[in-house]
């Protein structure tokens, strides 16, 4: 059974701290893609990454970057000199091959970040 | 990218009632997905629409409780029967970014709050 685990249920940082968010997973897929999104008060959610299971590059995309570590199955999202509009609920997410549809995602519980000024 | 439109955005409603939940997509595509989210929770995939077939639920979904219609390739509904307070949730309409194989992000809409009194 797949699943996706983000211990960190909370996090509350200053305006210009970096923070990471954490994200352990499990499958017994051998091909399977991994994704960050993130929900913000208004409650869409907002996709930020995909990486698939045979990529682990490092991905930095301005003031994200996500480390991919394919032996400790943790997919971790970082934010540098995270902002007030970075505060939402962050949410890591594993595709389920088991039914042939790729597009069928294990989301975790989701970490709520706050950053005040 | 895709742009989805949920009615409606929010809901209180009566135990024992029905509501259903409205998904529009401005293009085409194959697969929707139905998702809840529990107050404070994770998402959890309720269904995956096809048009032209009977929807796939998950475990602990049925079709009772959650009848899915999908007319075309730019709608689906979504009904919520005899509704108990258990049932307050966001439901969640969603597709897939990437049509041509593996996958792409999902698209999500802004979601239906619905409050079972």
């Known amino acids: 059974a797949q699943k996706v685990t983000q211990v960190q249920t909370e996090i509350s940082v200053v305006e210009k701290e970096d923070v990471t968010l954490d994200c352990v997973y499990e499958t017994r897929d051998t091909t399977y893609y991994l994704f960050w999104y993130k929900q913000p008060p208004s409650g869409e959610l907002v996709f930020l990454i995909r990486r698939n299971s045979f990529d682990e590059q490092n991905e930095i995309s301005g003031r994200y970057s996500w480390n991919f570590q394919k032996s400790t199955s943790s997919f971790n999202f970082t934010i540098t000199a995270s902002q007030v509009v970075d505060s939402a609920v962050y949410f890591c997410?594993?595709?389920?091959?088991?039914?042939?549809?790729?597009?069928?995602?294990?989301f975790g519980t989701g970490t709520r970040l706050q950053v005040t000024l | 990218s895709a742009v989805i439109s949920q009615k409606p955005s929010r809901d209180i409603c009566q135990r024992g009632t029905s509501l259903t939940i409205q998904c529009q997509v401005d293009s085409q595509v194959t697969m929707m997905f139905w998702y809840r989210q529990q107050p404070g929770q994770s998402l959890t995939l309720i269904a995956t629409?096809?048009?032209?077939?009977?929807?796939?639920?998950e475990s602990g979904f049925v079709i009772d409780k959650f009848p899915i219609s999908r007319p075309n390739l730019t709608f689906s509904t979504l009904t919520v029967s005899n509704m108990s307070p258990e049932d307050s949730s966001i439901y969640l309409c969603?597709?897939?970014?990437?049509?041509?194989?593996?996958?792409?992000?999902?698209?999500f809409g802004e979601g239906s709050r619905l409050t079972v009194l």
């Open positions: 629409a096809n048009q032209g077939s009977e929807a796939t639920y």
């Open positions: 997410a594993l595709s389920d091959h088991s039914t042939g549809t790729a597009s069928k995602l294990t």
């Open positions: 969603s597709v897939p970014g990437d049509e041509g194989g593996g996958p792409g992000e999902l698209f």
